[in-house]
């Protein structure tokens, strides 16, 4: 490193005034020294050495610039005392550093330095001692020093103090160990029960295999994120296929009914619940189940009753509807003609209004209580400006404020009564019908007439509203919902024989396979097996065995919910069977034309049904084959996953880094603890070689998973119970990775403080924390193959074994020289000469 180094008369001065303790020269080489080491003593541990130096040391301010050097040079180390020895001629220093900065140390000091000494002359403050190169002396001659030593070495010897292991016991800096030196070491007062003792290499051990897990967990992460992109791709055909198995369901034809919002006169969200819950068990056939489920089958027939009672209802309201319609049309007539008697109408309209309000199925109905209660009010409404018309200027007011009006003597009582009460639950007051309301000419007004005209348009609209309800598909409501009667009497005639079973069955009668007589007329399957034997497909015995045999098989298949990716081909070969019994049948027939018997079999909806679900899984398994074939997908604009190919290569390195770790166990060969460090040194390269690799495509925020999945889903239908579990084991997935990932941060950070020996609450903690983390990965739940399982499992082990630490003996008094006598022997000394002073 070149330095240009001022020449002016105040150099050495103006070093001084700065409170420098070396000059710039000096501190040029030395700088350059700890800049050429630096890589070297960043892989080093710290040691204990203990160093004499000869040469010209004595009274020569060598200690002071050994440890001013000592001081720049050193990374980490330090110098711990210096012992100068007269009668000898050396100086003893002992020091922890690495040792190739021990080793560049003594080098520095192999070079002559002059120490210049300042006692007058200097100003407050300023440094009194400052070391110079030896051929910088000429610049004293301006600055002259009240004196100055020259110093250097001519050979040094460094023994560096042993660490590690010896047997059982622990060795740090040359001294065996026990909990109290370790808690010393520490800077703790004593090893607590509860704190673990760790090497350096067994923290390495803990690394690797803890960052060979991680790598573990990246490729499955990775293959949940390539499995979410082929759903993606398969997505919208699976649900097809599930509409498709859907509409072969027992009690698909009311589905299609109650679980839609198409006809707000059908919709039946609670009914729908009630009959999913139960669907399960009798498409599957599962009727010794029947009385566990006897609360859905009693609640769904109570839903079903008050879906009678609705159409009962709008029946009534439709009824009424028309006579209101005509009352109404009469008023209008009336009121156009300026006629005062209203009466009739009044009456009339006054009763429908009553009955209306009776039909309280209608009125709390989800869809339609809205629109209900808008029309009664507008109902109201009219009724109370048509009175108002009828008791305008006569008779006085009720309540004190009022006379008592005169209105007509009725004919009948009983629906004078009624009337009566009809019209005081509108309004406040008290009615006294004993006599005849008496109108004028002009009585009503233009602007009364306008707003009667008002009311009257506003009832009529939403009257019409209700009256001439519409289903999405244009249809009249009411129409519709009459001619769903027969299938709801259909399923309630099947719950009242399934009530009737669960108490054959808690009679311990003898049942034999009641759900097939039971839903004989909504199984699809037997309905198929009808419509072959009515083609003369199905003719003999065996012709029956067989399709019996082919159909009883798919509806165990299809059924068998939610869809499972391994059925996938059982029930394409299952249908294909199917089709093979019926186009062999069909070629071979006698009494028909085969191709009308095709012809007539594929226009049958079930038929074509099994042909479609059998067509979509093909595409669906099709999708995955062609996905799974691409060599990558590192093309595309925005990286989602990679491709199978490049998951078996990251594999295969995995696998090849597993042989070389497989044979690595640093706990069973604790004696040969620097080459297992050295070889876990190695290994740690390699394994961050891998991560790079699989790492270096990272996705956007858009497309990670960052969610937790939906959980109100139906858990019947694979395709969204497979994605909520793609997505469920990819957070599950990232949020383990990034967890070991700063556990092997923390360990990390450990072994940067470069000490031999890791212990310590924090210590501890970490690996309680590590070890929790381990014991709940279920390798099941992310669906590891069996290969990364073990792998996976060994890995864990091995890291389970630290569990308590590392083990180590403490020794006894009696033990204790003997054993620094084996200490010693292990100690390394270096010897160095100066080949220009000696």
Same mark, same amino acid.
């Given at each position: ?379 109201? %409404? ?126 311990? %009668? ?25 083609? %003369? ?41 199917? /089709? ?57 604009? /925005? ?29 069973? $060969? ?17 394994? $961050? ?18 969610? /937790? ?18 997505? %469920? ?59 990364? /399982? ?49």
């Amino acid at each position: 490193m070149n330095t240009q180094i001022s020449t002016t008369k105040n150099y050495l001065y103006e070093l001084l005034k700065k409170k420098y303790h070396t000059s710039e020269m000096v501190r040029a080489q030395i700088d350059e020294v700890k800049v050429r080491i630096s890589e070297k003593v960043a892989k080093e541990s710290l040691k204990a050495f203990c160093v004499t130096f000869q040469g010209q040391v004595i009274d020569a301010s060598f200690e002071k610039t050994l440890k001013i050097i000592s001081k720049r040079l050193f990374h980490n180390g330090e110098i711990n005392t210096i012992l100068t020895v007269k009668e000898k001629g050396l100086v003893e220093a002992t020091m922890i550093a690495a040792p190739s900065e021990v080793e560049a140390l003594i080098q520095c000091l192999m070079k002559p330095h002059i120490v210049l000494h300042y006692k007058k002359g200097i100003e407050r403050g300023a440094s009194n001692l400052l070391i110079i190169d030896e051929t910088e002396q000429a610049l004293t001659d301006t600055c002259a020093p009240d004196y100055l030593h020259r110093n250097f070495i001519t050979r040094a010897e460094s023994c560096e103090k042993y660490t590690g292991r010896l047997g059982e016991y622990l060795i740090l800096n040359g001294l065996p160990l026990t909990s109290e030196k370790i808690g010393k070491e520490l800077r703790f007062n004593k090893i607590e029960t509860k704190n673990k003792v760790f090497t350096t290499t067994g923290l390495k051990e803990i690394y690797v295999n803890l960052h060979f897990i991680s790598l573990l967990l990246k490729l499955d992460l990775e293959q949940y994120y390539l499995k979410l992109r082929i759903f993606y791709l398969q997505e919208s055909e699976m649900k097809v296929v599930e509409e498709k198995i859907d509409d072969l369901g027992f009690f698909a034809d009311i589905f299609n009914h109650i679980a839609t919002t198409d006809n707000p006169l059908l919709f039946n969200k609670d009914l729908f619940m009630d009959l999913m819950r139960l669907e399960h068990i009798i498409e599957n056939n599962n009727w010794k189940a029947i009385p566990a489920y006897a609360g859905y089958i009693y609640s769904a027939s109570s839903r079903l009753n008050g879906q009678f009672k609705l159409l009962e209802e709008c029946n009534l309201f439709l009824t009424y509807a028309n006579c209101i319609e005509k009352f109404v049309g009469r008023l209008t007539k009336k009121f156009m003609k300026n006629r005062p008697d209203i009466r009739s109408e009044q009456e009339n309209l006054t009763a429908n209004y009553h009955e209306l309000k009776k039909l309280q199925t209608i009125s709390k109905h989800q869809m339609l209580q809205n629109d209900y209660q808008e029309l009664l009010n507008s109902f109201g %409404k009219l009724l109370a400006y048509i009175d108002f018309l009828m008791i305008k200027d006569t008779g006085t007011i009720a309540s004190g404020t009022q006379d008592a009006i005169q209105l007509a003597q009725k004919s009948s009582k009983k629906f004078g009564d009624v009337l009566k009460k009809c019209i005081e639950s509108i309004f406040s007051v008290t009615i006294d019908i004993s006599t005849k309301p008496v109108f004028r000419q002009d009585q009503v007004l233009k602007p009364e007439q306008e707003e009667i005209q008002q009311l009257i348009e506003k009832f009529s609209a939403n009257l019409e509203r209700l009256s001439k309800l519409k289903a999405v598909s244009g249809k009249n409501a009411f129409l519709e919902a009459r001619m769903t009667v027969p299938q709801f009497t259909s399923l309630s005639n099947a719950l009242d024989e399934l009530k009737a079973l669960i108490k054959d069955m808690e009679s311990k %009668k003898d049942i034999q396979d009641p759900l097939k007589s039971i839903f004989a007329k909504s199984n699809k399957f037997e309905m198929l097996y009808n419509d072959l034997s009515a083609l %003369k497909i199905v003719e003999n015995a065996q012709d029956q065995e067989s399709a019996r045999s082919i159909l009883t098989e798919l509806q165990r298949l299809i059924f068998d919910k939610p869809l499972k990716e391994d059925s996938f081909k059982n029930i394409i070969n299952t249908i294909q069977s199917l /089709e093979g019994f019926v186009f062999s049948k069909c070629a071979s027939a006698k009494s028909k034309d085969s191709s009308v018997l095709m012809q007539q079999l594929h226009h049958n909806p079930i038929f074509k049904k099994f042909i479609d679900i059998k067509a979509g899984l093909k595409n669906v398994i099709e999708t995955e084959r062609l996905t799974r074939k691409v060599d990558t997908f590192k093309g595309d604009f /925005e990286f989602f996953s990679y491709s199978a190919k490049e998951l078996d290569e990251f594999l295969a390195e995995i696998e090849r880094f597993h042989e070389a770790l497989k044979d690595m166990c640093y706990y069973q $060969n604790v004696s040969e603890f620097e080459a297992m460090e050295n070889r876990l040194n190695r290994l740690i390269i390699e394994v $961050n070689e891998i991560d790079r690799k699989i790492s270096s495509y990272t996705r956007n925020k858009d497309k990670k998973i960052t969610k /937790e999945p939906d959980v109100h889903i139906d858990y019947l239908k694979g395709s969204q119970l497979l994605k909520k579990n793609l997505e %469920k084991a990819i957070l599950i997935l990232q949020n383990q990775i990034t967890q070991i990932e700063g556990f092997m941060h923390d360990i990390e950070s450990n072994l940067h403080r470069r000490s031999f020996i890791h212990s310590g609450v924090t210590t501890s903690v970490l690996f309680d924390q590590i070890t929790y983390l381990l014991s709940n990965i279920d390798v099941r739940m992310i669906d590891m193959t069996q290969s990364m /399982e073990d792998m996976f499992k060994e890995s864990v082990h091995t890291i389970f074994h630290y569990q308590v630490g590392e083990d180590f003996k403490e020794p006894q008094k009696e033990e204790i020289d003997d054993l620094m006598k084996e200490i010693e022997k292990r100690a390394i000394v270096r010897e160095y000469k100066n080949d220009v002073y000696s």
